[in-house]
């Protein structure tokens, strides 16, 4: 087993990474009182939930099954949430624990931020997306019909607990998704395991043990490092957002339910490349390597055919890093250089949207 610290202080917490965690007696380490809530959704519930609930023997443990999918991320679903913390008498000692992907994640987060002004949550998470990015860091959201992610709060978990096992069932097209937030970090500020994720990226689609083990701890060393530098995003938090402002419009234009969150920052991350070369920031010759990762990861590279540059336009007005009105990007100073900026010439933008959008 490996452990990170995500070092913020007295909120600081461990991430535990390692096979067969999820049984591992960790996760009672980690509950305060004697109560708790496990929320998880119902494709999950019938993998992990009662092992999970196992482990905590002993204590007073409710569970909540939500609905499955990125649609259901929303303020309804965590009523849901608050019905079930008040129905079965939670206190301010309670602990809620996060069972699933980002989506899970990021609402469980949120309702803990939320049910008597904040208690304290753990983070299971059971895709590799949530391994590597969502459940590190705090960032807790639910999504609006006109933005993605427009309604949250920082909140840190007190641990993370990433059991590698549970990969073994997920998707293929989830894999992917996940690997899309892995290159991320290779692009935004780690050159190294860049070059590492192109010698290891077939290894990492055939779930290679080994392979993925380390994209995780890696991924996480990365975001943990991020985190701590700035947790609420005043500055280079927002490098890890390398793609979102095209992929949270591409969600949001099509009802969260077209394309994964991951699949979205894949085509994002591209078009960011794109437009860091067209700028003349990013060497030419570094566009072809970016595109074969994602590629090999089975990511998209262009946005879905129903979107328009008007609809990218109308979106990204609305995208959380905007400023004064004005529109900041994450883009490339080359592989493992990132900067985010509001300082680009508007018409190559232009350019970059037609040409994405001509179907
Ligand atoms: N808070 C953050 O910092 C942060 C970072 C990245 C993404 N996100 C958010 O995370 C969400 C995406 O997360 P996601 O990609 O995990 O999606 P998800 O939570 O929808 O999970 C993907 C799918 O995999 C299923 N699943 C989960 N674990 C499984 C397993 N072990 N075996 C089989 N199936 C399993 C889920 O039921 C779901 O159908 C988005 O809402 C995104 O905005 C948040
Ligand atoms: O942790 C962060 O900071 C990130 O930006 C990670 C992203 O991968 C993630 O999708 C995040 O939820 C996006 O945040 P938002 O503030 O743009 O909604
Ligand atoms: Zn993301």
Redesign the pocket.
């Known amino acids: 087993m490996h452990t990170l610290t995500v070092a913020l202080g007295e909120r600081s917490y461990p991430i535990y990474i390692g096979p067969g965690l999820l049984d591992s007696g960790l996760l009672k380490q980690h509950v305060r009182a004697s109560q708790v809530l496990v929320v998880t959704?119902e494709?999950?519930a019938p993998?992990?939930l009662q092992r999970v609930v196992d482990s905590l023997s002993g204590l007073r443990v409710d569970t909540l099954v939500l609905p499955?999918?990125?649609q259901h991320?929303t303020l309804d679903t965590l009523e849901r949430i608050f019905d079930t913390l008040m129905a079965k008498r939670h206190s301010r000692t309670t602990t809620l624990i996060a069972l699933?992907?980002?989506?899970?994640?990021?609402m469980v987060g949120f309702a803990a931020a939320c049910y008597q002004r904040g208690v304290e949550f753990l983070q299971v998470p059971?895709?590799l997306?949530?391994q590597v990015?969502?459940s590190v860091?705090g960032?807790?959201?639910v999504n609006h019909p006109r933005g993605?992610?427009m309604i949250g709060a920082f909140h840190q978990p007190r641990a993370v607990l990433i059991d590698t096992d549970?990969?073994s069932?997920?998707?293929e097209r989830?894999l992917s998704?996940?690997l899309a937030?892995v290159i991320k970090y290779g692009l935004i500020r780690d050159r190294e395991f860049f070059r590492w994720l192109q010698s290891n990226i077939t290894a990492l689609m055939a779930r290679d043990p080994r392979a993925l083990s380390k994209a995780i701890l890696e991924s996480c060393r990365n975001k943990a490092d991020v985190v701590a530098e700035d947790e609420t995003e005043q500055g280079n938090r927002a490098l890890l957002n390398l793609g979102h402002t095209f992929g949270h419009a591409i969600e949001t234009a099509t009802g969260y339910r077209l394309w994964?969150?991951?699949e979205a920052v894949g085509a994002g991350m591209m078009m960011a490349a794109q437009m860091s070369e067209m700028l003349g920031w990013m060497p030419a010759e570094q566009l072809a390597p970016i595109r074969a990762l994602l590629e090999q990861a089975r990511l998209p590279l262009t946005p879905p055919g129903s979107m328009t540059a008007a609809d990218f336009r109308s979106l990204m007005a609305l995208d959380k890093k905007v400023l004064d009105g004005q529109l900041r990007l994450v883009l490339l100073q080359g592989i493992g250089a990132a900067v985010v900026t509001d300082q680009f010439d508007v018409q190559v933008l232009e350019r970059l949207l037609e040409q994405s959008c001509q179907h």
Do not use: I, Q
């Open positions: 959704n494709t999950v993998l992990y499955d999918g990125e991320k699933g992907g980002g989506v899970v994640g990021d059971t895709t997306l949530a990015d969502s860091g960032k807790t959201a993605k992610n549970v990969l069932t997920l998707p989830e998704a996940g937030e994964l969150h991951g």
